[in-house]
């Protein structure tokens, strides 16, 4: 039995994203959801975890924030605030109405080398399995994940951006799975994705997410300002259902609004996942690890238990061979 269809791994290879309806459980969305939660009440004591919104209200000076004493130590706050204010960069945000931008944008890397529940999912759900068939993998093992929740009325954008320049590997067999455990629409922030642009050829240098700013140590093209000009581009946006999930190539190019809705808030996990083709890389400006250690060597295999094997694709001969 496959898990997917021709047309779906067709459609995955020519646009880059593809949307699957009802992956997961509505007790896996539900143990999801309390996963995320508990990583958003423990923001500020974990190493990695972010209240971005009051990052950048302090590092662009609004709202008289200071920032928050935590735990985290994945980014030095204070070289970011310097950097920023001696770029002049601007942040990317949403101009809303009056008294409807109080919400926040919450993230957390790593969360399943501290959270059971939500390792369980990432890694023995059909979901593994799913990308195998996309990557047309012999194995996959999960690289990572990250939690993206964004509060009602929430102005800040996630600039757009390529995950393969934030990663610590080298390869294209590898993709994101983006799983919202809330109805998430345009007006909540659902994702963009550039169709067809994880085959342009070209690697990106990682921005800072609330502004298009690339950090100054990565390498790679700078991305052209596909934030302020949508309408140049073919942007794929899909309304969701908890238990559906948004499929990425690592080299797809997407990003998100903010959440202009009242009431609703977008809570949302990313899982990674590479196959057996794909190496460990130092990568200059890929996103610090401060959850797990990272010792390997340019060019090795990701065969360790800190990246799980999710998932084998069935072999007659290695079961026959038993
Ligand atoms: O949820 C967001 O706004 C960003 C998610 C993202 O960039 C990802 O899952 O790779």
């Known amino acids: 039995m496959t898990l997917i269809t021709d047309s779906q791994r067709e459609a995955f290879a ?8 009802s992956v997961l459980t509505q007790s896996e969305v ?7 939660d508990s990583a958003v009440a423990g923001i500020g004591t974990t190493a990695t975890g972010y209240d971005i919104t009051r990052v950048a209200n302090t ?17 030095d706050l204070g070289l970011l605030a310097a950097y920023v204010q001696a770029t002049g960069a601007t942040r990317l945000k949403e101009s809303p109405q009056e008294g409807a931008d109080n919400g926040h944008f919450f993230v957390e890397t ?4 501290r959270d059971r529940q939500l390792r369980d999912i990432a890694t023995t759900s059909t979901i593994p399995g799913i990308a ?10 999960f690289y990572d994940d990250q939690i993206f929740v ?4 929430t102005v800040d954008r996630t600039a757009y951006h390529q995950d393969l320049s934030y990663f610590n590997i080298d390869g294209d067999q590898g993709c994101v799975v ?11 922030g659902a994702l963009g994705y550039v169709k067809g642009s994880h085959r ?4 990106f240098k990682p921005n800072i997410f609330m502004s298009r700013l690339t950090t100054p140590d990565a390498e790679g093209d700078e991305l052209p300002d596909i934030d302020n000009n949508e309408s140049d581009y073919d942007i794929a946006f899909f309304e969701a259902e908890p238990g559906d999930v948004v499929i990425h190539h690592l080299r797809t190019i997407h990003g998100s609004h903010g959440n202009s809705s009242t009431t609703r808030t977008r809570r949302a996990a990313s899982f990674r996942y590479v196959g057996e083709q794909v190496r460990f890389r130092n990568r200059p400006g890929a996103v610090p690890q401060p959850h797990r250690p990272l010792t390997w060597l340019d060019g090795a295999e990701l065969c360790d238990p800190w990246f799980p094997l999710a998932w084998q694709r069935y072999s007659h001969a290695a079961a026959a061979a038993e």
């Open 14 to 21: 020519r646009d880059g994203v593809i949307c699957l309806r």
């Open 30 to 36: 539900a143990r999801l959801t309390k996963s995320i």
């Open 59 to 75: 590092v662009w000076q609004e709202a008289n924030e200071q920032l928050p004493v935590s735990e985290n130590r994945q980014y």
């Open 110 to 113: 790593g969360t399943w080398t």
């Open 132 to 141: 195998g068939e996309l990557l047309d993998a012999h194995q996959i093992r």
């Open 150 to 153: 964004k509060e009602p009325g």
């Open 178 to 188: 983006w799983v919202p455990v809330d109805h998430v629409d345009r007006s909540t």
């Open 200 to 203: 342009w050829g070209r690697t």
